[in-house]
C-alpha cells in the first residue's frame, strides 16, 4: 500500500491548477506531529501549542 492512499481527502481542490487544500490537524492525527518524506529525506510537521505550523528535516 503506497503512503499515498493514507493522506486525508482534501478539504478543497483548487480546479485552475489542481492544488489540494489540506486541515493541517487531518494530517497530524496524534496532535503532535507528522512525518513527511520526499525523496528518501524524512521531515518533521509540528503544531505548537500557538498554534503554529513548524516543518523541520
Known sequence: MSLMQ???N???????DGTMTYDARDL???GVKAEIVLDGQTYTL???RAGKLI???
Open 55 to 57: 516543518l523541520t528535516k
Open 10 to 16: 482534501p478539504s478543497a481542490i483548487d480546479p485552475s
Open 28 to 30: 497530524i492525527r496524534n
Open 46 to 48: 509540528r503544531i505548537t
Open 6 to 8: 493514507n493522506l486525508p
